[in-house]
């Protein structure tokens, strides 16, 4: 770190204004943000560290201290997207909650937040899923345990054979289909059908049909922030 | 580069659900349509290029660049055709005269036939499409719009009526995630053996748990 050129402050490394860590935080999230913003533009196969450099506004130097290479950037900014909305998750259920009550909310509240960043809807449903499949099974691995024990700790167990797996996928297609086509805008009409997709493997059909009413006729959900 | 003699397999694809007829044929142009979408799935589209597409298809570069643009064109133009093929092999099964789960069940059947059929094929399409930068999502989105229009069409006037808007591409997408997920796991060929499953997931949101069920259970004992 020693030859660290602090950019814009004037301060040096041996007299820092600001803590070292905070100037490091704000160059990473800068980057992370141009590669969402040059994957939602260009997609990631066509974006260049250029691209991500010159969006962040730091320099070639710098991008490679933090990460060593494009592939690396991406699933650091892939770990921050799921990071993000796995907070929204829990921060939107309350303890009275029922299942499929909390499942809707937390659906409600993730794709509002993807309603207002669409360039990480993009990225999370498009480029992440293409650029290393694997993804796909880290989504559920976040996804299904925490379903699971929704479910469990009310008493009730897996129903029918709809795969919660696959349900994840589904959501994942129909919003990237929504942003490809070009309505990223309103992502949030899709909320009725991923409320549905995402109770019915625990909930079954007809609660996942109840829960996907009162998503519509709640509609834009108020918890968007 | 991978062994001759797959190479010449790839070349002359056969079976009941093999490629297209104009991607078997012998003209230059489908002969690089063949080969790109070989090559593209054996090494990945990025790695791909214009020279191995040549040595596969036996096409001199000129006669290439008379045909194509670059090497993105070649795939592009390759992808479409396969696309196409798929929905007319989707299309001609929902076709067929039934009950209208039975010929979704068809469809679901054609369209896991038609990627078990070539895992090349297969990858090609749904995998490394992705790659060719900002255009694969318009593409994506257009070939994923005229399967649930295909489905929307034959749904009878008196028919399942769903509550949920997108029903029908909840239905294709849950056939399209399934598949590709099981082409990027190359496990393509196991694709038919998925028919029951995905029936249930496609039928639920019209039929209910009862008749999608029963669907299921049909589509399994067709299977054995």
């Known amino acids: ?166 349900a994840f996928s589904r959501a994942q297609l129909l919003v990237f289909n929504q942003t490809a086509a070009g309505r990223s805008d309103d992502l949030l009409a899709l909320l009725p059908d991923i409320v549905y997709l995402a109770v019915a493997p625990f909930g079954g059909h007809e609660e996942a049909l109840a829960q996907a009413r009162l998503a519509q006729s709640n509609g834009r959900p108020a918890d968007e922030r | 580069m991978s062994a001759p003699e797959d190479l010449r397999k790839w070349r002359l694809p056969r079976g009941r659900h093999g490629l297209p007829r104009e991607l078997v044929t012998r003209s230059q142009r489908e ?43 070649c795939m592009l133009a390759a992808h479409a055709i396969l696309v196409e093929d798929l929905e007319a092999k989707v299309r001609a099964a929902y076709a067929q005269a039934g009950p209208w789960q039975e010929r979704v069940t068809s469809a679901l059947a054609a369209a896991l036939e038609w990627f078990a059929s070539d895992p090349a094929a297969a990858r090609f399409t749904v995998v490394e499409l992705a790659a060719v930068g900002p255009v694969s999502r318009a593409r994506f989105q257009d070939a994923f719009a005229r399967f649930v229009a295909l489905i929307d069409e034959g749904m009878e006037d008196n028919g399942a009526a769903p509550e949920l808007a997108q029903a ?23 694709l038919p053996s998925l028919l029951p499953d995905l029936t249930y997931e496609a039928l639920v949101p019209f039929l209910g748990e009862e008749a999608a069920s029963a669907e299921r259970n049909r589509a399994a004992a067709i299977g054995r």
């Not at chain 2, 995630?177 to 099981?182: N, S, T």
């Open chain 2, 168 to 190: 029908t591409s909840l239905g294709v997408g849950a056939a399209l995630a399934r598949i590709y997920e099981e082409v990027v796991l190359d496990r393509a060929a196991e």
């Open chain 1, 1 to 166: 770190m020693q030859k660290h050129q602090s950019s814009g402050s004037g301060s040096s490394v041996l007299s820092p204004t600001v803590p070292i860590d905070i100037g490091e935080t704000s160059q990473r999230q800068r980057i992370i943000e141009a590669m969402i913003d040059s994957c939602a533009e260009k997609t990631y196969a066509a974006t260049t560290i250029t691209d991500i450099v010159s969006h962040a506004r730091i320099s070639r130097t710098t991008f490679y201290k933090r990460f060593g290479d494009k592939r690396a950037c991406f699933a650091a900014t892939v770990s921050f997207c799921l990071d993000e909305l796995q907070e929204v998750a829990r921060d939107a259920r309350s303890p009275a909650d029922s299942p499929p009550e909390a499942v809707r909310r937390a659906t409600a509240a993730i794709l509002a937040r993807m309603a207002a960043k669409p360039a990480m809807a993009q990225l999370l449903t498009g480029d992440a899923v293409s650029v290393d499949p694997g993804v796909a099974l880290r989504y559920r691995k976040i996804l299904i345990p925490a379903l699971e024990g929704l479910w469990e700790s009310a008493g009730a167990h897996k129903n029918g054979y709809i795969d919660p797996g696959l």
């Open chain 2, 31 to 73: 002969r690089l349509l063949a080969a790109v979408v070989r090559v593209t799935a054996a090494r990945g589209y990025e790695a791909t290029t214009v020279a191995d597409i040549l040595e596969e298809a036996g096409v001199g570069r000129e006669s290439f660049y008379e045909l194509f643009a670059d090497k993105r064109d």
